[in-house]
Structure formats: C-alpha cells, structure tokens
C-alpha cells in the first residue's frame, strides 16, 4: 500500500510536471510569435521611413530642377511671340524689296540662288513652330514636377486626381513606349467624374508613380505569358 501510494505521488507529480512543461511550452511558442510579429511590424515601418525619406528627397530634388528650368523656359518662352513677330516683319520687308526691285543685280541675285530665299524664309517658320512645340512641352513637364513634388502646397488640401494622373502619365511615358524588351504601351483615358479627396499631396503622386509602375509590370507579365 505504501508503494502504491508513492506510486500514486509519483503519478500525479509527473502529470503536474507535463503540465507545467506544456504551459510554459505554450507560453514560450506565444511569447516567440509576438516578438515575431513585433519584428516584421518594426521592418515594415523602417520601410515605410525609408520610402517616406526617398519620397521627400525626391520630391525636393524634382522641385529644384522645376525650379532651374522654369527660369530660362519662361525667358524663352516669353521672347518667342517678339522673335516670330521680328522673323514676319524681316520677311515682309524683304518680299516688298523683291517687289520694288524687279531687276536685282547679278550679285544680289547669286546670293539669293546660294542661300535658297525661298527655302530659308519657310524653314524658319517650321524652326520657330518646332521650337515653340518644344518649349511648350518642356513647360508641361516641368508643370508636371512640380505638380508632382507639391512642396509649395499646403501639407493636407483637396486634391484633383485627374491632374494627379496626367502628370504622372506624363513623367512616366517615356516607360510606356516601345523598347528592346518591352512593347509599347498604350494608355486609354477613360476618367469619371471624380470629385476631388482631401489628402496629402506630396505623397499622392509617388503613390500614383508606385501604382501606374506595379500596372505595367503586370502587363507585361501577362503579354509574356500569352
């Protein structure tokens, strides 16, 4: 009897002790997934940090290269309306010459054949429209920068999205066009009627940026795998 109740402590003290060993077991296995969960939580927003410091040195540098070009684009801009107006009224000068002087003298006239009056009067029509093309478009890209970096905004307003999206379009079309490995992509524009959201703009279009780029990845992906 005396053996059986030893026995019986004997029983009853390993049962407590497995199960305070599965207690402790569970308690340790619990303690590891929050110090896990605690970890990829602490990664995730190091990440962010990390992307939200990149995204505020981005939007500084693309607002100081704005900046740079809109100073001498505005210049150009602004003197190309005097230059065309200079270039009409040289060239109407020099039809009325043509027309007063019927005769010219050989050495006017193999110079006029040397320099193609013609040619060269038409020519610098298409030059001045091609420059103010340019410009134009160098106006709408550094529109654009700005509108991407929105440093000058205030930090939380109404946001127009379509606005968002063309200049992001706009920035990242050159991505979309046909290369060595990719076809070109083409963009259909098929907008709602949005009405505007209030958030932070410095950070919509990095977001709109990060978006539009994970969107033809997937393209892609889906055109290889045809």
Known sequence: ???????????????????????????????????????????????????????SSLGQLVAGVAHEINNPISFINGNLNHLENYIVDLMSLLALYQEESAQPSSKIQAKREEIEVDFLCQDAINILQSIKTGSDRISKIVLSLRNFSRLDEAPIKAVDLHSGIESTLLILQNRLQAGEHQPQIQVIKEYGNLPTITCYPAQLNPLLSSTLSQIKKLILHVYYKR
Request: hydrophobic share 35%; proline share 0%; no cysteine.
């Open 1 to 55: 009897m005396e053996n059986a109740r030893l026995y019986q402590q004997v029983a009853n003290y390993s049962q407590n002790l497995e199960a305070e060993v599965e207690q402790k077991t569970q308690a340790l296995n619990q303690k590891a997934q929050d110090l896990e969960q605690a970890l990829q939580h602490l990664q995730k927003t190091q990440a962010q940090l990390i992307h939200t410091e990149k995204m």
